[in-house]
């Protein structure tokens, strides 16, 4: 079974300036998907970005960006520019590609509470 | 506008009773999802169906159950053997994949409690 650690509970980040949450996941399989989702405290999970296992080049999405290091199974989060609004749950997910045994599970890691400063 | 609907945002319930959760979407998804977060925690896979007429357990089926007997809809029945059913739940749906890995859509969530 996967497993996905999100190892910081909770980080702070000045307005304007920019932020990395860390998330490592665990597999033996070689074609998966990595996600990030956003949950304000409304509670809706708004997808942010995605990263296939075989992308060659880290996803962008605007102030989003992936870092992604196969090697160290991480798939850690930037935000760029941070703004009020950015304050939130973030959530990294993983998911098996097509034909995987465990195709369209998403497993998410813990959560990682952004409170941005002003 | 397309989206993932689910009814009601509140629901309250005396323990003892079944409780059924809504979750409609008209996005043509085949794939929807059931997801519950407890408070501070991520959320864990309940239910999920590939396609209509079929449905798979998740992680923690147990106390719950589903239906999918047309592509939009996909109730979540939570029984009164479900020990702890006081939590947040979301409901998600998601596209045939290609070849890739397949991001999912969510709506906004029914909290459940249970007295």
């Known amino acids: 079974a996967q497993k996905i650690t999100q190892t910081q509970p909770g980080m702070f980040v000045q307005e304007k300036e920019a932020v990395t949450l860390d998330c490592t996941y665990d597999?033996?399989?070689?074609?998966?998907?990595l996600f990030w989702y956003k949950q304000p405290s409304s509670g809706e999970m708004i997808f942010l970005i995605y990263q296939g296992s075989y992308d060659e080049q880290n996803a962008t999405e605007g102030r989003y960006s992936l870092n992604f290091q196969k090697a160290r199974k991480s798939a850690n989060l930037v935000i760029s520019a941070s703004q009020l609004g950015d304050s939130a749950m973030y959530f990294c997910?993983?998911?098996?590609?097509?034909?995987?045994?465990?195709?369209?599970?998403?497993?998410f890691g813990q959560g990682t509470i952004l409170t941005v400063h002003p | 506008d397309g989206g993932i609907t689910q009814s009601p945002k509140y629901l309250f319930r005396k323990e003892g009773q079944n409780v059924t959760l809504s979750c409609e979407q008209n996005?043509?998804?085949?794939?929807m999802y059931w997801y519950r977060q407890d408070p501070g925690q991520g959320l864990r896979l309940i239910y999920y169906?590939?396609?209509?007429?079929?449905?798979q357990k998740g992680d923690i089926a147990e106390g719950y159950s589903v239906s999918r007997e047309k592509k939009e809809s996909f109730p979540l029945t939570v029984t009164s053997a479900q020990k702890n059913p006081t939590a947040f739940y979301l409901c998600?749906?998601?596209?045939?994949?290609?070849?890739?890995?397949?991001?999912?859509?969510f709506g906004p969530g029914t909290r459940l409690t249970v007295t």
């Open positions: 996005l043509n998804h085949d794939a």
């Open positions: 997910g993983f998911s098996l590609a097509a034909g995987g045994t465990s195709y369209g599970k998403l497993t």
């Open positions: 169906s590939q396609i209509v007429n079929d449905f």
């Open positions: 998600a749906s998601s596209s045939r994949s290609s070849g890739g890995a397949i991001e999912q859509y």
């Open positions: 597999t033996s399989d070689q074609s998966y998907g």
